[in-house]
């Protein structure tokens, strides 16, 4: 009988318990046989920054969040590739390097994106996000689809052409359809 417990207590943790190898392998992210390396974007992230980025301890993944956006960990933060924007992007959890089309650039603080190539004074940028908050400050969504907003209209209106773009609204009531659809992905995200 006490052998009969032993080869029961035996099966049960190799069912229970999956092997190293294969935990090691899904917690990597990796096909079998693939160790993590950096490749393309993340490869230039890389060779920039240096070893402020460590090495990789996974392969490259897609967002859980579902956004469309591929990640990539690190020995010293994450690697990510924004799909929205088409940067590769390296954060610590503070520090931040970018490749964006306008060159290299490194900035500190939450914000995930680049600094606006365009930044607004900051009364407009509060402005457009309490207009666009106005509804519910408290909604964390609207919130962060807001900001994804000013970030992205930043990055592609020049502050001549946001100002010519709000004065049309006040005018004829409308905003050209490349506008709202930058306004329109950032909810879309944050919602859908």
């Known amino acids: 009988m006490p052998r009969l417990l032993a080869v029961g207590a035996f099966v049960a943790v190799l069912i229970l318990v999956p092997s190293q190898s294969v935990a090691a392998q899904s917690a990597q992210g990796c096909q079998a046989g693939q160790t993590p390396q950096f490749t393309f974007g993340f490869a230039d992230l890389k060779t920039q920054i240096g070893d402020a980025m460590g090495d990789p301890v996974t392969c490259e993944f897609a967002d859980p969040n579902g956004t469309g956006d591929i990640q990539q960990r690190t020995t010293t933060g994450l690697a990510f590739w924004r799909k929205s924007t088409n940067t ?68 592609t209106y020049t502050l001549a052409d946001f100002l010519n773009i709000a004065a049309n609204l006040l005018q004829q009531g409308n905003l050209p359809p490349d506008f709202t659809g930058v306004i329109n992905d950032c909810v879309q995200q944050q919602f859908v």
């Open 88 to 155: 590769p992007t390296f954060t610590d959890g503070f520090d931040h390097w970018a490749e964006t089309p306008n060159g290299w650039v490194t900035w500190t603080g939450a914000s995930i994106d680049p600094p606006a190539a365009n930044a607004y004074p900051d009364s407009i940028v509060q402005g457009f996000l309490s207009g666009c908050e106005r509804s519910d400050p408290t909604n964390q969504r609207l919130v962060a689809a807001c900001n994804c907003a000013i970030d992205r209209i930043q990055n």
